[in-house]
């Protein structure tokens, strides 16, 4: 983790509207809706509701009914990796969607309509991560921040981090914040002077099954507790709790294989 998140609002409220470059909403594609729910419903204490129903079947996470997260099922014949896509909110979808193409990126859906909620694009960076775009209409993103069950940070990991940074640069005119770690090739994403993701450039270390990646962090109470829930629902730990100047974090993934990371914040 590249660096602290933004801080929530008052009662964990995130923003009504979020600035265009700030991830908005994160969203998982499964195989599995019924266990994938009631995974992550006794993970983090989420409850569900459907829709919008323009993109098949999908749920929107709430927690303490708060929209926090999406979920949505592939068809049986797509065979592509199970991961967490962070989205990235937009003024407008199609200007985006176009410079993704024009600095070097991938677009793979859309830009298509998600009825009143919203329009969305999925693209890859140069690298191959895949993120989303998310131009809100009635549907303006997650909807609390800041309580165990919330997404708290995004970070890609890439091979290296200097050029892929210049694409999202290029899209959303981020300042680049690099990170004074030694040995760490790490830049932090900020918009009007405050980080809002990070990209950790870590090499060959990258798993060779996934290759460059978005990797959520979701804010949990106690993360060794977390763990040790994790674990008895099913879901693999890839790197035990640490200590992190941010936190006590641990990367894991859920039973069908999707990584993302537990982090209990310094607080």
């Known amino acids: 983790m590249t660096e602290a998140p933004e801080s929530a ?22 195989h599995g809706m019924a266990a994938t729910q009631a995974f992550y419903g006794e993970l983090f204490g989420w409850e569900f509701e459907p829709g919008p129903h323009q993109l098949g079947p999908y749920v929107r996470a709430l927690l303490d009914g708060q929209e926090v ?5 592939l068809p049986p014949d797509r065979h592509l990796p199970i991961a967490w896509t962070p989205y990235l909110a937009s003024d407008d979808v199609d200007l985006t969607a176009e410079s ?41 993103g997650t909807g609390a921040a800041g309580a165990p069950g919330t997404p708290a940070w995004n970070e890609l990991l890439t091979f290296e981090a200097a050029s892929v940074a210049k694409f999202y ?27 809002v993701a990070g990209i950790h450039g870590v090499g060959h270390a990258l798993p060779r099954d996934r290759g460059p990646h978005w990797l959520t962090y979701f804010e949990v109470a106690d993360a060794d507790t ?30 069908e294989g999707a990584r993302f990371a537990l982090i209990q914040s310094s607080r």
């Not at 005119?173 to 690099?178: I, K, S």
């Not at 730990?237 to 993934?253: E, F, I, Q, S």
């Open 226 to 255: 977390a763990l040790e829930r994790l674990a008895g629902l099913g879901g693999h730990v890839l790197t035990a709790a640490r200590d992190t100047p941010h936190g006590r974090v641990a990367t894991v993934t859920d039973p």
């Open 100 to 140: 993704v193409r024009l600095c070097g990126g991938t677009l793979g859906v859309g830009p298509l309509d998600a009825g009143e909620a919203g329009r969305l694009a999925i693209g890859s960076d140069p690298s191959g991560a895949v993120f989303g775009i998310w131009q809100a209409r009635e549907h303006l």
């Open 169 to 195: 640069e290029a899209l959303f005119g981020y300042e680049e914040r690099p990170v004074a770690l030694a040995g760490f090739d790490c830049v932090t994403l900020c918009l009007d002077g405050r980080p």
């Open 69 to 73: 997260a999406g979920i949505g099922q």
């Open 9 to 30: 609002g008052p009662n964990g409220r995130a923003h009504t509207r979020y600035t265009p470059g700030t991830p908005c909403w994160v969203s998982l594609m499964v």
